[in-house]
């Protein structure tokens, strides 16, 4: 007799099916996060769900935000070095590009959808 059955099997590869392919969907509610080191956003850019909350982690040794350029949309306010904060992403599809109010060269865009 065969062992697993091949049920056993058959659920095992659509659940590595299902795996695989939301691996390789965009970061979904809760998971986005972005770290600022050598006064850049990594990733620079990224693409999130509307109305997702995201990390930031700042390691670097100077303060940082990550602050939208228009309208204001998000805003976390200073990060003090080796600390990390949430905003809520734009709860409208687009592009969003970001800056840090103490250091405008540092340039990113956070892509809702
Ligand atoms: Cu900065």
Redesign the pocket.
Known sequence: MLWPPSSVFERWRRWRRRRDRDGHRPVHGGGTRIV?QD?KFRPASLTVSAGAKATVVNK?T????VTASKGGSFDTEDIAPGKSATFTDPSKPGGFPC?????PF?KGTLTVE
């Open positions: 600022i006064f670097d100077a303060t940082h935000t800056t840090c109010t103490i250091h540092m």
